[in-house]
Antibody, heavy 116, light 107 residues
Framework: QVQLVQSGAEVKKPGASVKVSCRTS????????ITWVRQAPGQGLEWMGWISPYNGNTNYAQRLQGRVTMNTDTSTNTAYMELRSLRSDDTAVYYC?????????WGQGTLVTVSS | DIQMTQSPSSLSTSVGDRVTITCQAS??????LNWYQQKAGKAPKLLIYAASNLETGVPSRFSGSGSGTDFTFTISSLQPEDIATYYC?????????FGQGTQLEIK
């Protein structure tokens, strides 16, 4: 069965970086993109970006451009999302999801807390 | 960017009610629209894709319609387990923005 398992919760100070991993199984990794979505406490869903594990192509939300990098490791079927220069408003649950159109499979979410 | 305007933002309903949520895109997105359900503390769950297609395993009381810029999501007879927040999402053009969400509450 398709599974996406994310890394554990993180606490970071403002200005630091965080890297969240998303280990996949149960399907051919390079056949589907990976989308990252975040959700601040009590807020809605925010699309962060998409990466193709097949060729590494990416598309990032403009408001995160310059601070976010998404990549994949096809040898371990794992996707990564790195966010730099963290601010308090980056505190959120970060989700990875399989696909780039209809997101039927999701990771369990990773809480990233940014606090001094 | 394509903006998705979802309404209402919250809805007080009763078990058995018919529930309707609308989503309007800022430009034509054909039928490239999904609907998700999110329960507290959980990842979103895909219910409807391509505006009107029911995801496998999703009860038939959920349905979607529309194309172009105007879309509707309906629960024909609300069940207690349907209490959640619902989001639309367009996937016509990056960024694949979500609507603001509609939170259902029991009267």
């Amino acid at each position: 069965q398709v599974q996406l398992v994310q890394s554990g919760a993180e606490v970071k100070k403002p200005g630091a970086s965080v890297k969240v991993s998303c280990r996949t199984s149960g399907y051919t990794f390079t056949n589907y993109g990976i989308t990252w979505v975040r959700q601040a406490p009590g807020q809605g869903l925010e699309w962060m970006g998409w990466i193709s594990p097949y060729n590494g192509n990416t598309n990032y939300a403009q408001r995160l451009q310059g601070r976010v990098t998404m990549n994949t490791d096809t040898s371990t079927n794992t996707a990564y999302m790195e966010l730099r220069s963290l601010r308090s408003d980056d505190t959120a649950v970060y989700y990875c999801s399989r696909g780039g159109d209809s997101l039927a499979y999701w990771g369990q979410g990773t809480l990233v807390t940014v606090s001094s | 960017d394509i903006q998705m305007t979802q309404s209402p933002s919250s809805l007080s309903t009763s078990v058995g009610d018919r529930v309707t949520i609308t989503c309007q895109a800022s430009q034509d997105i054909s039928n490239y629209l999904n609907w998700y359900q999110q329960k507290a503390g959980k990842a979103p769950k895909l219910l409807i894709y391509a505006a009107s297609n029911l995801e496998t395993g999703v009860p038939s009381r959920f349905s979607g319609s529309g194309s172009g810029t105007d879309f509707t999501f309906t629960i024909s007879s609300l069940q207690p387990e349907d209490i959640a927040t619902y989001y639309c999402q367009q996937y016509d053009t990056f960024p694949d923005n979500f609507g603001q969400g509609t939170q259902l509450e029991i009267k």
